[in-house]
């Protein structure tokens, strides 16, 4: 027992290991978040938490009763939303007829969509159409269970009397069906209480998380064999009392018990994750409540499921663990024992690949390494494999694989650990055919060289701005009948107010003429309330120009002179007056930030470097200075790639007119004072981005030369900056953005008027991004002289010796 407790020490005791499990536990956490992040017209996490807790406390029958009637108002409103933008596209009054055709539709839900009197779970009607889609067939799928059931043995019944079946030499498919009414008969009194599965399911499915998983076995295998073979201090440890048997066995112990502890945070990272975001609804309810799980044939619940995934998922993580320690204790190198550890999951992820789940190979299919890992598939689901002509269970051929495997790595890994030399390699030098010659540089090239090569910062920032073009191209603006027809007026009159403008608006105005003297007529009560029914579309528009010349021209402009007439939806949508996109710049230039500067100082402290520095004619303050303006370019570069997205969306569909009018000329920007134009807003929106990079990278370059440690740096700055942000979008608490640097970047947004005074008079918090952006630029000063000083006197002084 001494001997496990000592190797647990290695793995637990070395303090680099809590370090890394907690890098890899937060990338999981970043990977989570950005494979669940909501694209381009999907519904975001806090939706389906929302709807969960709408249905929570109903029945089954209520549920349904629901989600579909939700679901049928929500279709008849973009239907409706859709006629109405084909009509302001359009025109025309060819979409009669589909009116018509739908008359009882319009009649029903017309109104509301006029009103807007409906209530949204998300932004828009198209976004809120696919998340009850996607519900409704959910909910359909489980309701269903008991018809589910039916079917089997009605299928089994008919199927067992067809000749092709009972013609078949092997009798395999007349067994399997039998086999499979049978397992399926015993399930008629399970009850099923429907919640939204995307929480659950993604928790315990997420792809990544088994990749990270296998990170972590790499790592143990490190620290409990690679590194004493390369050190060559496992001579030393095999020839200790216990003997070489018992040390093997205490190492596999301790990997097992190790992976079991990693495995547990990891899901429990996603469990945490997913249940704040998206809602796990109640665990007690049975498995079968789970669409993507309903053919589960054991009776438990949703809990008890979890509890047997994560020992299943244990086991499986083991087997494949005991081929990565063999690989790591063989090999005679640490880089063929990394790639003999990978090749043969590799291999086998191939062969599952490449054999189809119907064909008589299909146990060679699900015996394998990788099968052992697909957890849900053994336990959330039903299947026999053929074996000679007879059916056997997908858990049988999973579990006498999971023992095979394990027994031959368990017994291989103490065979070789018992007998093999297992000396360490050689250290081999490096020649090279050809030399470079040399070039004489300047201090900025070569610390550029650093941050940029050596660091990787080109790499990152390069994959930063090409996603950042790929997400301004991608990415799409629901823009309804109301927004086309408002673009349409305020485009053609953004600028001040002149009579050239007057007379246009007034000349649009004749358009509506007709439909004014046929509302006359019904309200003196010639003509029926029928006589409007072919003035839907041109009302709608007529409500929109109403706006435009009631509020925009006759209210604001007489209540704020001075102010122009502004088509203010791309700046709304560009400073970010609503939705989460600046928490996101927020959490992507964080995490630039410690990607690119982590390693700027700390890689030459590790190698003692600092004091070599001293002893050039410039001295450290020369190189300080060049390592802070190469680390403000990439900053700049950074902030850009941040702004570049939103300034491609807001230019494509809606533009950026009248750059030189007041800023107060947008109603929620009223207090700003009237010398402030948008384009200084514009400015000042860019100029906090820059700040906010700066003063990150700064910090970053601060703890890389404090801590020494390009991985300290990196995960304390990671954490500084994204720890914050991720915890918004991913909705686990309320406000705590705000703990980061997600002011300076939603800075254009404070900007909005707050309230009024005694007086009665609009003001604003102007003053607070402003006061941000000083405090960060002196923040940002002050970490470069002391930088600076730390950098020039660090060490050993040179001239004194």
Not at 668 to 684: G, N, Q, R, W
Not at 776 to 793: P, Q, V
Request: charged share 15%.
């Amino acid at each position: 027992m001494s001997l496990f407790w000592a190797e647990l020490r290695k793995v637990w005791g070395n303090r680099l290991f809590p370090l890394l499990l907690a890098v890899l536990a937060a990338a999981n956490l970043l990977l989570l978040w950005m494979g669940t992040r909501p694209t381009a017209g999907q519904p975001s996490a806090a939706v389906y938490r929302a709807v969960g807790a709408q249905l929570d406390g109903l029945t089954m029958e209520e549920k349904g009763a629901y989600l579909h009637g939700k679901y049928t108002e929500i279709e008849s409103l973009v239907k409706i939303g859709g006629f109405y933008r084909d009509m302001a596209y359009a025109g025309s009054s060819y979409l009669q007829a589909y009116r018509d055709e739908n008359a009882a539709m319009f009649d029903a839900y017309e109104q509301e969509y006029k009103d807007k009197s409906y209530t949204l779970f998300t932004d828009d009607l198209n976004t809120e159409y696919r998340l009850f889609n996607q519900l409704q067939n959910e909910y359909d799928t489980v309701a269903a269970y008991t018809d589910f059931l039916d079917g089997v043995q009605t299928k089994a019944t008919q199927l067992a009397g067809i000749s092709i079946f009972q013609n078949d030499k092997t009798g395999y498919d007349l067994k399997n069906i039998e086999a499979t009414a049978k397992v399926y008969a015993g399930l008629t009194a399970t009850e099923i209480d429907y919640y939204p599965q995307k929480g659950l399911y993604t928790a315990i499915s997420y792809a990544f998380t088994d990749l990270i998983l296998l990170a972590a076995m790499l790592l143990l295998a490190l620290l409990l064999v690679r590194q004493e073979r390369d050190s060559g201090l496992l001579a030393l440890v095999r020839s200790l009392p216990g003997g070489r048997l018992q040390t093997a066995l205490a190492k596999l112990a301790t990997f097992g018990v190790s992976l079991l502890a990693v495995l547990a945070l990891l899901y429990g990272v996603n469990l945490a994750y997913c249940g704040a975001s998206f809602g796990l609804g109640p665990l007690t309810r049975t498995i079968q409540s789970v669409p993507a799980l309903m053919r589960c044939t054991m009776q438990i619940t949703v809990g008890q499921y979890l509890l047997r995934f994560l020992l299943a998922k244990w086991v499986g993580a083991f087997v494949m663990g005991l081929w990565v320690m063999l690989a790591a204790l063989t090999a005679r190198r640490a880089a063929a024992g990394w790639i003999g550890a990978l090749a043969l999951p590799l291999a086998m992820y191939g062969v599952r690949a490449a054999i189809p789940a119907t064909s008589h190979l299909n146990v060679v299919k699900y015996a394998n390494l990788v099968s052992l890992l697909q957890t849900n598939e053994l336990l959330g689901n039903y299947r026999n494999l053929f074996w000679f002509g007879t059916p056997i269970g997908l858990p049988l051929v999973e579990w006498t694989a999971a023992v095979f495997y394990g027994a031959l790595f368990a017994a291989a890994f103490c065979t070789v650990f018992a007998r093999a030399q297992l000396l360490p390699a050689a250290k081999r030098g490096l020649v090279l055919g050809l030399t470079r010659r040399t070039k004489a540089t300047s201090v900025i090239k070569e610390e550029g060289r650093k941050l940029f090569v050596l660091n990787g910062a080109a790499v990152f920032l390069a994959a930063f701005l090409a996603f950042g073009v790929y997400q301004g191209v991608t990415s799409e603006s629901y823009i309804d009948a109301d927004e086309i027809y408002y673009a349409y007026y305020m485009k053609h009159i953004s600028g001040p107010w002149t009579a050239e403008s007057r007379d246009w608006l007034t000349a649009q105005g004749e358009e509506f003429a007709p439909m004014l003297a046929v509302q006359r007529r019904v309200a003196r009560g010639e003509l029926s309330n029928e006589a409007m029914l072919a003035y839907g579309a041109l009302q709608q528009k007529y409500n929109i120009y109403q706006q435009v010349v009631q509020n925009n021209i006759n209210y604001y402009l007489k209540e704020h002179p001075g102010a122009w007439l502004v088509y203010e939806s791309g700046y709304k949508k560009l400073f970010g007056f609503s939705g989460t996109a600046d928490v996101q710049d927020t959490l992507w230039a964080g995490l630039l930030c410690a990607l690119c500067f982590s390693g700027l100082f700390a890689m030459e402290r590790k190698g003692g470097m600092e004091t070599v520095l001293r002893a050039t004619p410039l001295g450290r303050r020369a190189t300080v200075r060049a390592k802070l303006r190469q680390s403000n370019l990439a900053a700049i570069v950074i902030a850009a790639g941040t702004a570049l997205p939103h300034l491609w969306q807001g230019l494509r569909d809606y533009g950026l007119p009248a750059l030189l009018a007041p800023a107060m000329s947008i109603s929620e920007l009223e207090a700003v004072p009237k010398c402030i134009t948008l384009s200084d807003l514009l400015l000042f929106w860019l100029l906090c981005r820059a700040v906010a990079c700066l003063c990150m990278a700064r910090l970053t370059l601060w703890l890389g030369q404090k801590l020494g440690s390009l991985l300290a740096a990196l995960f304390v700055s990671a954490v500084g900056y994204c720890l914050p942000a991720l915890l918004a979008l991913s909705g686990m608490s309320n406000g705590i953005e705000w703990l980061g640097f997600y002011p300076l970047f939603h800075a254009a947004a404070l900007c909005q008027t707050q309230g009024t005074n005694a007086a009665g008079a609009p003001y604003n918090l102007l003053w607070v991004p402003i006061f941000l952006v000083v405090v960060a630029a002196a923040l940002a000063w002050a970490i470069g002289n002391d930088l600076t000083e730390a950098y020039e006197w660090a060490g050993v002084d040179l001239d004194a010796l």
